[in-house]
C-alpha cells in the first residue's frame, strides 16, 4: 500500500510547503508568533465542496479541505500549509493511516 501511495503522490501531488508557528518572547514577556518552515513535501491537495464534519476523538471537525502526504511527512495541528499560489489553510486535523496521513484543513486557524 506504501507503494501505491507514493505513486498517486508522483501522479497527482504538488509541492506544499508546511510553516509552523511559534512563539518568541521579547524583554517585556509578551509573545510574538513567527513561523518557521519545517519543508516541502509532495501532497495531494483536495479541496472539499461545502464543510466536511467528522468525528474524530468526540470532537466535531468541520474542514475546507484535505491533503494525503507521505506518513512520514511532519505535520502538526495549526501548521499553515501553502500552496505555490501562496494560498494557505490551517492543519486542523491529522489522521494517521499505515500508508499514509490524511491532514483535515481549515479557512480559520483553531483557537
Known amino acids: 500500500m506504501l507503494e ?8 497527482w501531488g504538488e509541492d506544499l510547503i508546511i510553516k509552523r ?3 518568541t518572547y521579547g524583554d517585556s514577556g509578551m509573545p510574538t508568533e ?3 518552515t519545517v519543508g516541502t513535501f509532495t501532497g495531494d491537495w483536495q479541496p472539499i465542496s461545502g464543510k466536511i464534519q467528522s ?28 500552496r505555490d499560489d501562496g494560498s494557505f489553510m490551517y492543519c486542523n ?3 494517521s493511516y499505515e500508508d499514509h496521513l490524511t491532514v ?3 479557512k480559520v486557524k483553531k483557537e
Open 55 to 82: 468525528e474524530e476523538s468526540g470532537l466535531a471537525i468541520k474542514s475546507d479541505a484535505q491533503v494525503i502526504f507521505a506518513i512520514t511527512v511532519d505535520v502538526q495541528e495549526n501548521d499553515q500549509i501553502y
Open 4 to 11: 501505491d501511495t507514493t505513486t498517486i503522490l508522483t501522479d
Open 34 to 36: 513567527s513561523l518557521a
Open 93 to 95: 486535523y491529522v489522521k
Open 104 to 106: 483535515f484543513l481549515t
Open 21 to 23: 508557528p511559534s512563539n
